[in-house]
Nanobody, 115 residues
Framework: QVQLVESGGGLVQPGGSLRLSCAAS????????MRWYRQAPGKQREWVAM???????NYAPSVKGRCTISRDNAKNTVYLQMNSLKPEETAVYYC?????????WGQGTQVTVSS
């Protein structure tokens, strides 16, 4: 069983930055595709960014150029660096691990963008 634990959320002013982390248990992390999602109050969960096992990345158009996803396989950890944050990006951010037909979710970390 894989467990994912997100951290790094908090309160940040508009235009500020945060770095989210997601630590995975188990020994399949290096083989897996890792994704970040977010869910704002009253809205559906939306995909933010992904990174393959080989390090290829892709981003939602709304965050491209402002966010960077990266991974450290030695630490079983994926990161999401978010810059120039906007109030509408207030949400719970979740990481997702996918390998073959299996997918796992963390419990989420709250990001609040407000002055």
């Amino acid at each position: 069983q894989v467990q994912l634990v997100e951290s790094g959320g908090g309160l940040v002013q508009p235009g500020g930055s945060l770095r989210l982390s997601c630590a995975a248990s188990g020994n399949i992390f290096s083989l897996a595709v890792m994704r970040w999602y977010r869910q704002a109050p009253g809205k559906q969960r939306e995909w933010v960014a992904m990174i393959t096992s080989g390090g290829s990345t892709n981003y939602a158009p709304s965050v491209k150029g402002r966010c960077t996803i990266s991974r450290d396989n030695a630490k079983n950890t994926v990161y999401l660096q978010m810059n120039s944050l906007k109030p509408e990006e207030t949400a719970v951010y979740y990481c997702n691990l996918a390998l073959n037909a299996n997918a796992y979710w963390g419990q989420g970390t709250q990001v609040t963008v407000s002055s």
